[in-house]
């Protein structure tokens, strides 16, 4: 067998991302700058922060009105009671909270914490940045669609599309990059019914291709000033076909934790 690769590039110079921004565009400007000729199977790895600024997903707190429920969440949790409010008003429901942390099933159907409301790296002068916050995208798996359309239409080569976002882990520390958005990308693999290295037929054996290419891209992107949130991916070891968020969602029937 020949030799297999996977690279990970982050694009250069990718600017800071404000309301209304051209993603595509951004996203074809720095290919250029980066010397790469996109390729049929290529993946594009978006972070959910530029999505959810380019899409104006901002809110100042001071201009929410804390509810009943927020106001006992923020009592429970010592949360400030407007960001309680809208993290009730991103989720579909609190699964578990202590001191400074609230879990909650997201409006998108993952769990996360703190309904994935973010004040860093929001904005860059502010006159109380600490009151400015960043939600999810609204639709990360439309979002991915349209991206994916507006570059193959360009471009004229079959890409796949990841949005993503960093989680926390139940059971290990550390966040992972996390997929919370795809278009024409394999989201999960059913390898169930193929034949293992010995020839016995897998009989479980689901892989979570869309979280594992999150997982590298992230640790390119980093969590803190590095900027660099589009990472372009060559070589993935499968075909690319249409693929979501949902595929990766555990339904809660099967559930054991909650």
Not at 45 to 52: E, G, T
Not at 193 to 221: C, Y
Not at 234 to 240: A, F, T
Request: with cysteine.
């Amino acid at each position: 067998m020949g030799t297999q690769q996977l690279i990970f590039t982050a694009l250069p110079d990718v600017p800071i991302v404000q309301e209304g921004d051209d993603l595509s565009r951004l996203i074809l400007n720095g290919l250029t700058l980066a010397e790469i000729d996109l390729q049929d199977g290529d993946v594009i790895v978006l972070a959910q922060k530029i999505v959810s600024k380019a899409e104006g997903r901002f809110r100042d707190l001071n201009q929410v009105q804390p509810s009943v429920d927020a106001l006992k969440l923020a009592e429970e949790t010592g949360k400030d009671a407007h960001l309680a409010e809208l993290i009730l008003e991103e989720s579909r429901s609190v699964l578990r909270k202590r001191q400074d942390l609230i879990i909650v099933e997201h409006r998108l159907g993952f769990v996360c914490a703190n309904a994935g409301i973010d004040h860093s790296n929001v904005t860059e002068s502010e006159q109380q940045p600490e009151k400015r916050v960043l939600l999810l995208p609204l639709d990360p798996d439309a979002t991915a669609a349209r991206i994916q359309h507006e570059l193959e239409s360009s471009t004229k080569v079959s890409l796949g599309i990841l949005i993503i976002d960093s989680h926390g882990r139940a059971w290990r520390m550390g966040t992972v990059g996390t997929c919370i958005g795809a278009a024409g990308f394999p989201t999960l693999l059913d390898l169930r019914g193929k034949p293992d290295i010995g020839g016995r037929t897998l009989q479980v054996t689901q892989v979570g291709l869309g979280d594992e290419i999150a997982a590298g891209a992230s640790a390119l992107m980093g969590q803190a000033d590095e900027r660099r949130p589009i990472i372009h991916v060559r070589g993935l070891p499968y075909p690319l076909h249409p693929g979501t968020l949902n595929e990766l969602l555990r339904p809660e029937e099967q559930d054991m934790f909650r």
